[in-house]
C-alpha cells in the first residue's frame, strides 16, 4: 500500500496539471484512507459538525470531503512540498516540526508527503477538535505504519491551543470562501504568532476583495479556455496571512455611479497557499465568487464592510451615510 500510496504522491505533486489524472490520483487516496478509516467523504452519515464561539468545524465526512476538491488538494500538497524541501535546505540535521491544526480524518495535506520525507526530516503533530477524525487519524497512521512521523495527537481548539515548542511549519485549511463561517482567521491570529522565527505558515496568506463583476463575462469565462474575465476592483477587505494578521480594519466600499454591466458586487477570495502555488476565482470551493448584492440597484452609494469573528465568522456590511 505504502508503494501505491508513493507512486500516486509523485503523480499528484509532479505529474503536471491535467485534472482528470489529479481527480483519479485522489479518488486512490480516498479509496486507501476510507477503507482504513472506515470514514468515506460520500457516507450518508453526516452529523458531527463541532460550533464553537469562533465558527463552525466542520464533520469527519465533510472534511473527509475536502479531500476530493482537485485543485485546492493538489496545490496545497505541492506548496507545502516545496516548504518543506526549503526548511530542510536552511536546517540542515533538524527535524522540522509540524503542526497540522485541523487535521480531519485523513490528514490529507500531509499524510502523501511521508513518502517523500523521512521521520529523521519531519516530525508532525496531529490537532482536530473532532474526536472522531483524530481517533480516524490515528488509525489510518497506526495502518500505514506512519507513527514514527508523529510527535503528539492532540484533541483541542485550535483557536485557543498553545504550543510547548515552536513549530517550523504550521497548516490550517479551516476556512470557506470570503472567510465565512469556518474559523481560519482565529486560527491564524492564535497560532501564526507562535511559529518558530523562520518559520511557514501554510496557507501563506488569503485576501478578500469587493469587485464588481459582469454576468456575461464571468459566463463566457467558463467556456473559453485560460480567459480571466475583466473585473473592476473595488477595495481589498482583508489579507490575513503569517506576516499580517491584525484584525481586520472597517472599509468603505464606494458603488459607482454607473456600473453599467458590470452589475453585481461580489466578494473574491484569493489563496497563496505557499510561494507561487496559489488559489484564485472559481478554483475550488473556497474561492468562488460570493454574490452581495446588484450594483444597479446601489449606484453611487457607500458600503462598509466589517468583519466579525463569531460563532458564524464572516464579512458583513452596511451602507454608510454618504
Ligand atoms: C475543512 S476541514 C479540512 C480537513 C483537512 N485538513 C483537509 O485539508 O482536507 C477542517 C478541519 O479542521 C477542524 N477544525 C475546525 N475548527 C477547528 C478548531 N477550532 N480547532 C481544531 N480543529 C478544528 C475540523 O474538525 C476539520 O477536521
Redesign the pocket.
Known sequence: MKTQLKSITESILFGGEDYGIIHNDLHALHNIYSSLTGIGAYDVNNGGD?F?D??K??S?VK?AH??LEVMR?SK?LRGINTALQRLIKKNPGKRILIL?????P????ITPLTTIFSPAEIGICL????ET?LAAVQQLYNALKLNDYVTEYIH????LYKTETAPDMIIS??MLNALAK??QVA?MMNLVPQLSEKGVFIPESITVTASLLSPALEQESFLVAGMIPERIHLAELYTIGQYQYDTCKPTIVQIPAQPGTFNILSLMTDITVYGEEKLTAYNCSLTIPITQLNALEHAGKKITYRYEISNIPGFRYDFSET
Open positions: 463541532i464553537t469562533k465558527g468545524a466542520i469527519p472534511a475536502c479531500l488538494t496545497f497540522y491544526a485541523g487535521c480531519g485523513y490528514a490529507t495535506l490537532l482536530d477538535i473532532n477524525s483541542a481548539d485550535a483557536t485549511e479551516t469556518e474559523p486560527i
